[in-house]
């Protein structure tokens, strides 16, 4: 089975621009995770759903942002507008009974 | 709620030298616990996990961890390190009480001199 596929790899784009990356996680999986990686505050955890159900969003940073799940298959990270500051790697996780968790190979963002 | 303390942002051993990565945990119930890494450009995956069974854990490439509740540890090492093995490790912990994501540590980058 193909693990966890994110799309697009990297992104560059202009301060003011939406930004969509997308996740298809692991089938089965029933948890689906969003983490964002920085160097000054590495990895945190923005958002997860269970059975495509958002459980909590508080590490979603501002109203700029927004995910969801339309089916057990797909998830959408959305920025808009995207900042600067927003530039960091986005990484999808997903698993089965909030278990093991399985990583994407990150979205890298560069907002210029 | 959970956390974990990983102590030392970046360790550097000699090739063949033993690899130590410390982490502490913090938790009000038996805790699992999980060491993942990272190398350059790439995602997480997993190098080892407790839960609750035998406490020393054997993981891939050569890596182990010992829970230790007493001292609330979860050390990650390996007998002799391999220029492979510089990477990103993160230390993780959960309760499994269903809707409990894991919480990660701040990560510790290790460096391997030839």
């Known amino acids: 089975d193909a693990g966890v596929i994110q799309s697009p790899r990297h992104e560059v784009t202009e301060m003011g621009q939406e930004v969509t990356l997308r996740c298809k996680p692991i089938?089965?999986?029933?948890?689906l995770f969003w983490y964002r990686q920085t160097m000054m505050r590495g990895l945190e955890l923005l958002i997860y759903f269970n059975n495509n159900v958002p459980i909590d969003d508080s590490g979603m940073p501002e109203d700029r942002f927004s995910a969801k799940m339309p089916n057990a298959s797909f998830s959408t990270l959305k920025i808009q507008p995207s900042e600067p500051r927003d530039s960091a790697v986005y990484f999808c996780?997903?698993?089965?009974?909030?278990?093991?968790?399985?990583f994407g190979e990150g979205s890298r963002l560069t907002v210029l | 709620a959970q956390s974990v303390t990983q102590l030392g942002s970046h360790v550097s051993v000699s090739e063949g030298a033993l690899v130590l990565l410390r982490c502490n945990y913090s938790?009000?119930?038996?805790?699992?616990l999980f060491w993942y890494v990272q190398y350059p450009n790439q995602g997480l995956q997993l190098l080892l996990k407790?839960?609750?069974?035998?406490?020393l854990v054997k993981g891939i490439n050569g890596f182990e961890a010992e829970f230790k509740k007493s001292e609330t540890s979860f050390h990650l090492t390996k007998p002799s390190a391999h220029m492979s093995d510089a990477a990103e490790y993160f230390c993780?912990?959960?309760?499994?009480?269903?809707?409990?994501?894991?919480?990660f540590g701040k990560g510790t980058r290790l460096s391997v001199i030839a």
């Open positions: 996780a997903s698993s089965f009974y909030n278990g093991e968790l399985f």
């Open positions: 993780a912990v959960t309760i499994y009480s269903g809707n409990t994501p894991l919480v």
């Open positions: 089938s089965g999986h029933d948890y």
């Open positions: 407790y839960t609750s069974a035998a406490t």
């Open positions: 938790s009000s119930v038996p805790p699992y």
